[in-house]
């Protein structure tokens, strides 16, 4: 009964404890919260607590060289609080339940209802009295506004991210030049199917490659004028998927899907087997973000050349081309465009609790934004987790202990108005995605409802999404005809789409003035 | 042992044999597989569907997994966690199963209501977390052990068992002077063997494959146990789904596919070690010995 | 969290409910059991502490839960959520499915691992009963998504195994994977697979306590072997699967969430939605866990009313049951 002894303490302890603390939870952060500075000793560092998801497991504390210059440079005092990626969501709305906020905290999706009661600072009032987030590309701020209102600064991420990804030796092989236009596509998907283009005598290799993910449809459309989200028709939104193109689009995928250009069985592959059938000389397109083009190479390399092939022998044959994107029938570019950020840095009220320590919270956020402050939170101090080569490129330290004072700080940057880091060497290839990434910035489509929230699709809007999307599969698989997607559509409405209409018409109409 | 020789008999052995090892072998392929991959190279798990002896060997993937740092010392929290946890487990859990096994015991339908019930409404997540926290048990060892530390499934079965034993064996052991306490220790415990064999397993699988308590109730890096370390090893490593948000200056691909199956294996491996040695404890009566003496 | 120190003391009465024309037998029982009361309390206090105390947040299926809000603060919307529930152009849909897979579950998933406990017991090799067991339970140790996707490679009708052996019979393949016929075989070849060994075990341990003086007695009496599994073996371990039944159906809805969800995709989401996923998808846009709770309330009833029946039944069929 030895366990008993050690056992019974722990458990009535806590239920003492519990007595006590159950119920306090709310007084914890204002009792902890009050000896932050207001404005008469603004020359004191600025105690500043800041929530955010984690990767790795070693992760800069307190002591962290890198963060005690940061604390140098804004004149502050900064406490981190980091939670597993993993776990983010269930972890953000728990400390929202607890009431013991951080003064800065990522966001996650379920932000919005709370942003909308009034339990984040609207930074939007002010962030134009600050140098770097003045400067906050308009659509991004658009997109990541909530009816009018931006209650975070974003973190930035490339725009234009999308493209296609074509294996260029195919095309070489058979002659082909790279698409301009959704016909053009169509021809060397055709190609890729029939003639052979690996050489090797067999019938084995096919056009694209798609997976349950929706993505490549979604960009494809967009290629053929298909409007981002909502569409604007005499000054009304309408859903993209009542505009004629749509139709064009969804006949030009079943008539790939009907010559066995893509591959039959995509609508039950995982998405972590879409890239297999690329990687491994099987198919000859992907559509995806286009950074992924160089890890097709990398994969293409191996196969070619083996496991430990020499960069020298790498660099004999290149394997992918990427494109933004290719143009509709008649010549012109539309491109689906990313979202442009990637959750917000919230400011809530009960931890932040005066105008004036807003203030100095949105003036530590525009410091991070500097070139300098953007590089030692991305990169390190130079000469410990990094140094430069004679080229200026980044050489970054494999030293695990010293990384560990910089690993994921990265994740309260916010990169206003862009992102200032060095980058490290690069092949031909990665130099051309960030070519890509930028002018696709020129044709992508904005969605002129970005921002705006209805009620009844913050409450249903998956589900109805569902509708189309599946829908849109079934055509393309043929288990639906053209019938039964008008009946979908049908659905769509009755189930709450019209609602939802009506209801991003009317925010519609409120902006717009 | 029981022998069967008619031919009836024999023909059902030879069956019974067959669709055993048919089933055996169905099961564990797939795990094979999985082994065998985590040795293999990306390159040839995606062209070949299924091979048990990979072509080329590459150690890649468990290079790339034992190069995180926190691997080992998880794995201590790990192995801490699931032998002290599974003590707490089976201590409440007897503890609580030998009184409810007594049918005259005052009170022990309405116990036994307020066991059954819980097991059908649960607060949810918010709830559950503010009582931890409540505790001041967040950040500690006791959030992987305490707030799971009965399961209600097992307590009920083990009262079940407990309800079966003879009762002229405790009759007896309370002539001879025993109290409750001695019933339970010299025995109850003893005679169910194989349940306190089945349950430790099922709790101490429980605790090895835990990952979202730890996740929701552990801050600290340093006290995270292996599975949660190995799931970050896995979203790591899939640079695919974590583009948007890990920005990692200093990114190095892993082998995703192989080490995805890797970590299965380093994850499975020390618990499946565990089952032989509480084996013998299921396939074994231990009644009959103890009733004779 | 005030109401929840409430409720720990409204929960403690029952267990020890005092009637003053009855405090002297009280009183006698509680010293004469003292040591078992001593025994009990830990495990009790356990279930107030963490299962009790935290049940308030059943009540959130009420509200229109914020949790910034907190429960104090959270609008009251009455029986809002379960409206929107049962009203769902869905719900009928998703019941049926719902109950579809759960019957199946029960019907062909829950017997296995008695019938496989039960051949095992057979096997006369004691090395091969232990190699096999130890490998059957293996697949409880990987994870729904692991399985799913070998699932994919298995039965894909781009050059799946199994497909491609249908070919070579057939001439032609099976949309295993996308066809909605296909989805609740698929399912539960999959939790056959991956459930049964893990389940044979508590059978077996069960068997264990057969007494194995009944079965010389019984050799001796020429009793054959079907007469000794069905006079002995059976009701040895019957009040043992008469609980796991019960209990089984405490859970008779829950379909298994990331299993369900990862098998279903565009073509097959007619016959694959179920309430899990449907709580999934409805609650990803907003976090609600109001509408969830609601659902699992829902749930929950549905549960206890088969538990309580089954009990019922047990009963009166001279079964212990659970309590």
């Known amino acids: 009964m030895k366990l008993m002894k050690r056992a019974l303490p722990v458990v009535v302890s806590s239920l003492l404890v519990a007595g006590i603390t159950a119920g306090c939870s709310n007084n914890e952060a204002a009792s902890t919260k009050s000896k932050k500075g207001g404005e008469s000793d603004s020359n004191k560092p600025l105690d500043i607590t800041i929530m955010m998801p984690s990767f790795d497991q070693e992760l800069a504390d307190e002591n962290s060289t890198v963060v005690k210059k940061l604390e140098e440079e804004t004149n502050t005092d900064i406490h981190l609080r980091w939670t597993p990626n993993d776990t983010y969501p269930d972890k953000f709305s728990i400390t929202l339940a607890s009431g013991d906020l951080p003064d800065i905290m990522v966001s996650a999706s379920s932000y919005v209802k709370a942003a909308q009661s009034g339990e984040f600072w609207d930074v939007g009032k002010y962030i134009d009295d600050y140098p770097n987030l003045k400067k906050l590309n308009p659509i991004i701020r658009q997109n990541a506004s909530i009816n009018g209102t931006l209650y975070g600064i974003p973190r930035i991420r490339a725009l234009g991210r999308n493209g296609i990804m074509i294996r260029k030796d195919w095309l070489d092989k058979l002659g082909l030049q790279e698409p301009k236009t959704t016909d053009d596509l169509y021809k060397i998907l055709v190609a890729f199917k029939n003639d052979d283009p690996d050489g090797n005598g067999k019938d084995d290799t096919y056009g694209m490659t798609v997976s349950q993910f929706s993505g490549p449809w979604d960009n494809i459309q967009t290629w053929f004028g298909v409007p981002n989200e909502w569409g604007v028709e005499k000054g009304k939104l309408k859903p993209y998927f009542e505009f004629p193109e749509y139709q064009e689009a969804l006949d030009y995928f079943k008539k790939l899907f009907d010559e066995g250009l893509i591959n039959k069985d995509f609508a039950a592959m995982p998405p972590s087997k879409w890239y297999d059938d690329i990687q491994n000389n099987k198919a000859g397109v992907i559509v995806d973000v286009v950074d992924s083009a160089h890890r097709i190479e990398k994969e293409l390399d191996k196969l070619e050349f083996g496991e430990n092939s020499t960069a020298e022998q790498q660099e004999q044959k290149t394997f992918m081309t990427a494109l933004g994107g290719v143009a509709d029938p008649d010549g012109k570019k539309h491109y689906l465009p990313t979202s442009g950020f990637s959750n917000l840095l919230l400011i809530p009220k009960p931890a932040v609790k005066t105008e004036a320590e807003l203030k100095r919270v949105l003036k530590f956020i525009d410091q991070t934004n500097n070139q300098e402050n953007q590089r030692l939170l991305f990169h390190g101090i130079e000469g410990k987790q990094y140094t430069l080569d004679g080229n200026g490129y980044v050489v970054a330290t494999t030293d695990k202990t010293v990384l560990k004072d910089l690993q994921d700080l990265n994740q309260f940057q916010t990169f206003i108005p862009e992102d200032l880091t060095i980058k490290p060497q690069q092949t031909p290839l990665r130099e051309k995605e960030a070519e890509i990434q930028k002018e696709n910035e020129k044709y992508v489509v904005g969605n002129p409802a970005a921002g705006l929230i209805s009620e009844t699709y913050s409450r249903m809007g998956a589900q109805l999404d569902q509708i189309i999307d599946d829908a849109r599969i079934k055509y393309i698989s043929g288990q639906i005809d053209k019938a039964g997607l008008k009946a979908a559509i049908e659905q769509w409405k009755s189930q709450g789409g019209d609602q939802v209409t009506k209801e991003m018409n009317q925010l519609y109409s409120k902006t717009k003035k | ?293 | 969290m005030k109401d929840a120190s409430s409720s720990l003391e409204a929960m403690s009465e029952p267990a020890l409910i005092v009637k003053p024309n009855k405090r002297s037998a009280l009183f006698q029982s509680l010293k004469r059991d003292k040591w078992l009361y001593l025994l009990v309390a830990p495990g009790l206090l356990y279930f107030l502490l963490f299962k009790y105390l935290p049940m308030w947040g059943v009540l959130i299926a009420f509200q229109d839960y914020q949790p910034f809000l907190g429960f104090w603060h959270s609008e009251w919307v009455g029986l809002d959520n379960f409206k929107f529930f049962f009203q769902s152009p869905d719900f009928l849909r998703l019941f049926k499915n719902t109950l579809i897979l759960s019957f199946l579950n029960l019907v062909l998933v829950f017997p296995l691992p008695i019938i496989v406990a039960l051949m095992l017991n057979e096997l006369k090799n004691a090395l091969v009963k232990r190699g096999i067991q130890t490998l059957i339970y293996v697949p409880h140790f990987i994870s729904m998504v692991v399985v799913t996707s070998m699932t994919y490679v298995f039965f894909t009708t781009s050059g799946g195994y199994i497909n491609e052996i249908v070919k070579n019979v057939t001439g032609h393949t099976i949309p295993f994977l996308t066809d909605p016929q296909w989805f609740r075989p698929l399912i539960i070849i999959q939790t056959v697979w991956q459930t049964t060994g893990w389940s044979t075990i508590i059978i077996l341990a069960a068997l264990t306590g057969v007494n194995a003086e009944l079965y010389e007695a019984a050799m001796m009496d020429g009793a054959g072997r079907w007469r000794q599994l069905w006079h002995i073996t059976l009701p040895a371990i019957r009040s043992t699967i008469v609980i796991l039944l019960i209990l089984k159906l405490g859970h008779f809805l829950d379909n298994g969430f990331e299993h369900i969800y990862l098998m279903s995709n565009s073509l097959n989401r007619s016959v694959a939605d179920v309430f899990d996923t449907y709580v999934y998808y409805i609650g990803l846009t907003s976090g609600q866990f109001s509408f969830a709770t609601a659902v699992g309330l829902f749930k929950s009833i549905i549960s206890i009313i088969l538990v309580l029946g089954a009990n019922k039944l047990a009963k009166k069929f001279g079964e212990e049951g659970l309590y």
Request: net charge positive; glycine share 8%.
């Open chain 2, 1 to 293: 042992m029981r022998k069967w020789n008619s031919t009836g008999g024999k023909i059902f052995d030879c069956l019974n044999y067959v669709i055993l090892i048919l089933f055996a072998v169905c099961t564990v392929l797939p795990f094979i597989y999985i082994i065998a991959g985590s040795f293999a190279t990306d390159a040839e798990l995606r062209s070949r569907a299924f091979f048990i002896i990979p072509k080329t060997i590459s150690m890649d993937a468990y290079e790339y997994i034992f190069s995180n740092g926190s691997l080992v010392r998880s794995l201590g929290v790990s192995v801490y966690v699931t032998i002290i946890g599974t003590l707490v487990n089976m201590f409440f859990t007897m503890t609580m199963a030998y009184p409810l096994s007594r049918r005259d015991l005052r009170g022990r339908n309405k116990i036994l209501g307020l066991v059954i019930f819980s097991m059908l409404f649960g607060g949810g997540m918010i709830p559950t977390y503010m009582v931890v926290k409540g505790l001041g048990l967040l950040d500690t060892y006791w959030a992987l052990m305490i707030p799971g530390a009965i399961s209600a499934f097992n307590l009920i079965i083990v009262k079940n068992f407990f309800q079966e034993l003879p009762k002229e064996l405790e009759d007896a052991a309370r002539i001879d002077g025993c109290n409750e306490l001695g019933v339970l220790w010299r025995i109850y415990l003893p005679l169910s063997k194989p349940i306190l064999a089945t349950f430790s397993l099922f709790y101490a699988v429980g605790h090895w494959n835990d990952f979202t308590a730890a996740l929701l109730y552990i801050n600290s890096p340093e006290k995270w146990p292996l599975q949660v370390i190995l799931r970050q090893v896995v979203a790591l490593s899939q640079n695919v789904v974590a583009a948007g948000d890990r920005l990692d200056p200093n990114f190095v691909e892993p082998p995703a596919q192989t080490v995805k199956m890797a970590t299965i294996a380093v994850g499975t491996v020390p618990i499946l070690l565990v089952y032989p040695f509480l084996q013998k404890y299921f396939t074994k009566g231990v009644l009959l010995g103890s009733v004779k003496s």
